[in-house]
């Protein structure tokens, strides 16, 4: 009774092995595709100089300039992180680059210039080289 039972077992196995490969090879295969994804090239290569701006305390951050941005990266959306010496994040900012070869972007509130180290630019997603000049 057993092995007529394991027998049954087994053959419907086979049974249905032998379907899914019988209606696996009924199946219409297309031409086959390929699909390439290629990121958008930079609006720049060239470094941008980004420069701290103080008010009348020379020790408090209240801006930072964008430097001789170039046409191509004109009127594209911005985002820029300035760090700290130690890497810690201590101002995000985002927006449109201005229409000119200087953009200024406003620091609310001001930052200490020590606890400042530098930033970190992108323009339309992708990373820009900077330079922070003191």
Not at 59 to 88: F, H, M, W
Request: contains cysteine; aromatic residues 6%; positive net charge.
């Amino acid at each position: 009774m057993r092995i007529l039972k394991y027998g049954m077992i087994v053959l419907v196995v086979l049974c249905l092995g032998s379907v899914s490969l019988s209606s696996a090879s009924q199946l219409s295969l297309g031409a086959a595709r390929s699909y390439v994804f290629r990121a958008a090239p930079k609006c720049t290569t060239s470094i941008i100089q980004i420069e701290p701006l103080t008010d009348q305390d020379p020790n408090s951050i209240i801006g930072v300039r964008l430097n001789r941005v170039p046409d191509s990266c004109r009127k594209l959306a911005y985002e820029i992180t300035v760090y700290s010496q130690n890497g810690t994040k201590r101002y995000t900012a985002n927006g449109t680059i201005a229409d000119t070869t200087d953009t200024i972007i406003p620091i609310s509130p001001a930052l200490a210039r020590p606890l400042v180290a530098g930033a970190v630019l992108t323009i339309d997603t992708r990373g820009i080289l900077t330079k922070w000049n003191e």
